[in-house]
């Protein structure tokens, strides 16, 4: 009887053993590197670390942050996503200035940083982070009062994510006026940032976010009229997108927005009236996106039971029809929205 060959992994190439282990996760990568030497190697290979994310590690502490950086962490990373101890019993520090000094030496190539529950109010500004940073998200987290305050020539963010932060407020809105390369601002659920706020922020003028080109805003229940700052104009701006309970505010003011050439509308509720009202006015726009939208109609009469009826891949064929008349040059598109018939 002809002997039995056995192929383990040791046969394997390393491209396709780095393959393999790029399917898990970093707690399996770091138990996987205790298997043999050669594994061992294989889980420092940097083609593994390029997108890092720690956010479903509960026991994450300073300690492991610090042997994953001293071990793992290199010149391969982009793209970083942590979650600190801020809703955690255990409390105590979590980034550290000398832990930022560390990362922004090993990581040059970091370009995105993305934070959820962390109290940052230990670090002193935001120029402990890496100058390599071009995206930085904020979720759930704590900032200082002068976090925002920096030197124009040392930070290069062009995107800056701030979600339910509940210390952000005008004055850090004002701050980021020194950002020099701020491209893309996206603010959800921040309930100190007032419409007097946002306003001061519209250039031309002092302390104006003048090179800002996307901004996104998404209200709760409790800050549904800063949308009411675009009132002002916004000389430059061409993406604009508005979400919430209610936008309605930020559609009266489309038409102070001579730039705007994207409108993305989501999680909201609107009329078809409502959209046509606030559409007509926009010449330049190319671009305009429903998602997660409920539309909402009157019962259909008698005499109107002819007309197209809304689908799951057209939910609103009356709208589009209009839309299309109205903005020949714009692109329409409905993304998993529903339409609401109403009986009253």
């Known amino acids: 009887m ?13 491209n396709i053993l780095i ?9 399996e990568l770091v138990r996987s590197s205790r298997v043999c030497r050669r594994w061992k190697q294989l889980v420092k290979d ?16 300073s300690r492991v942050l610090w042997i994953l950086l001293r071990q793992y962490l290199g010149h391969g990373l982009r793209r970083l996503c942590l979650r600190g101890l801020l809703l955690s019993a255990r409390g105590g520090a979590f980034l550290t200035g000398s832990w930022l000094q560390a990362l922004r030496s090993r990581c040059p190539r970091l370009h995105t940083l993305c934070l959820l529950h962390t109290d940052l109010r230990g670090l002193s500004s935001s120029r402990l982070l890496p100058p390599s940073l071009q995206e930085l ?34 004055q850090h809105l004002r701050c980021l006026s020194v950002w020099r ?27 104006t976010l003048a090179r800002l080109t996307h901004l996104e805003l998404e209200t709760g229940t409790r800050a549904q009229m800063v949308a009411l700052g675009l009132g002002e104009g916004w000389p430059g701006l061409e993406r604009l997108s508005l979400g919430g309970k209610e936008v309605s505010p930020g559609l009266l003011s489309l038409s102070r927005l001579p730039d705007l050439r994207s409108l993305r509308l989501r999680s909201c509720r609107l009329t ?18 429903f998602v997660e939208v409920e539309f909402v109609e009157d019962e ?12 799951a891949d057209d939910p609103a064929p009356s709208l589009r029809r209009a839309l299309r008349s109205m903005l020949p040059a714009c692109i329409t598109s409905f993304t998993r929205c529903t339409t609401t018939i109403n009986r009253d």
């Open 2 to 14: 002809a002997a039995v060959r056995f192929c383990t992994l040791d046969y394997f190439p390393e």
């Open 19 to 27: 393959d393999i282990l790029s399917y898990l996760n970093v707690r």
């Open 46 to 61: 940097q083609r593994l670390w390029r997108a890092v994310d720690l956010s479903t590690w509960k026991r994450v502490t």
């Open 137 to 170: 998200e904020l979720h759930f987290c704590e900032v200082p009062a002068g976090f925002f305050t920096d030197d124009p020539s040392g930070c290069g963010i062009e995107t800056l994510v701030l979600d339910n932060v509940p210390s952000f407020c005008d």
């Open 181 to 207: 390369r701020l491209r893309r601002l996206e603010l959800r659920d921040l309930i100190r940032v007032t419409v007097a706020g946002l306003k001061r922020c519209v250039p031309p003028g002092e302390q």
């Open 272 to 289: 078809q009236m409502m959209v046509l009202r606030s559409c007509r006015c926009l010449s330049q726009l190319r671009v305009l996106e």
């Open 300 to 311: 259909v009469r008698a005499d109107e039971a002819d007309r197209p009826q809304a689908s």
